[in-house]
């Protein structure tokens, strides 16, 4: 298996623009997750799809933020229009199911930065 | 509001020593305690993982070390290596939840020196 895969590696915008990261979860995995790595705040999660549905979105900083997931097989997370505080490191990451213990696969994340 | 803390930030080791990388929490209902390493350019990996229902958990060189009244646990790397430079991550998660209630730490940033 590839692992969870995400495009691109890196991305540099200028602010105002519109930004979208995409995410391939491990086939067969039932639940999605979209995290933004900053030195300041760490590992935060944005939102949490599970079934291809959006569960909790509470973690989306803002409505310039917004995910999608049409298929069990992709994903996509979308900045509209992006500022420099955007700037992070964003990770995909999925799981096989809901439940205590379950491990967390990341994808190799998506470096952005919005100048 | 930090649900977990993890000190220190960074951590420097000398080549054969311990690195000792501590995490303290406040949610009695965390109920699942994993470890995350994260190199340069990659997502993190789950690393090990422990319950509650036991104080410590070894997997070769890596041991977690769980006190349950202290609301404390902590990794502790034997024999650091250069290869375990990375940063590493504390997490937590309650009874009945899954993956979408995992609460991380801010990370430790080790370096180990040759």
């Known amino acids: 298996d590839a692992g969870v895969i995400q495009s691109p590696r890196h991305e540099v915008t200028e602010m105002g623009q519109e930004v979208t990261l995409r995410c391939k979860p491990i086939?067969?995995?039932?639940?999605l997750f979209w995290y933004r790595q900053t030195m300041m705040r760490g590992l935060e999660l944005l939102i949490y799809?599970?079934?291809?549905?959006?569960?909790?979105d509470s973690g989306m900083p803002e409505d310039r933020f917004s995910a999608k997931m049409p298929n069990a097989s992709f994903s996509t997370l979308k900045i509209q229009p992006s500022e420099p505080r955007d700037s992070a490191v964003y990770f995909c990451?999925?799981?096989?199911?809901?439940?205590?213990?379950?491990?967390?696969?990341f994808g190799s994340g998506t470096q952005l930065s919005v100048l | 509001q930090q649900q977990v803390k993890q000190s220190p930030q960074s951590l420097i080791v000398q080549k054969g020593g311990i690195s000792i990388i501590n995490c303290a929490y406040e949610?009695?209902?965390?109920?699942?305690f994993p470890w995350y390493q994260q190199f340069p350019g990659k997502g993190p990996a789950l690393l090990i993982a422990i319950r509650p229902d036991v104080s410590e958990k070894k997997e070769g060189r890596f041991t977690i070390s769980f006190n349950k009244s202290a609301k404390q646990f902590s990794l502790h790397i034997m024999d650091s290596q250069p290869g375990d430079s990375a940063t590493y991550f504390c997490a937590a998660s309650e009874v009945g939840g899954g993956a979408d209630g995992l609460t991380f730490g801010k990370g430790t940033h080790l370096i180990i020196q040759p």
């Open positions: 949610n009695t209902a965390f109920d699942y």
């Open positions: 086939s067969g995995h039932n639940s």
């Open positions: 799809f599970n079934n291809n549905v959006p569960i909790d």
């Open positions: 990451a999925s799981s096989a199911v809901r439940a205590l213990g379950e491990k967390l696969f």
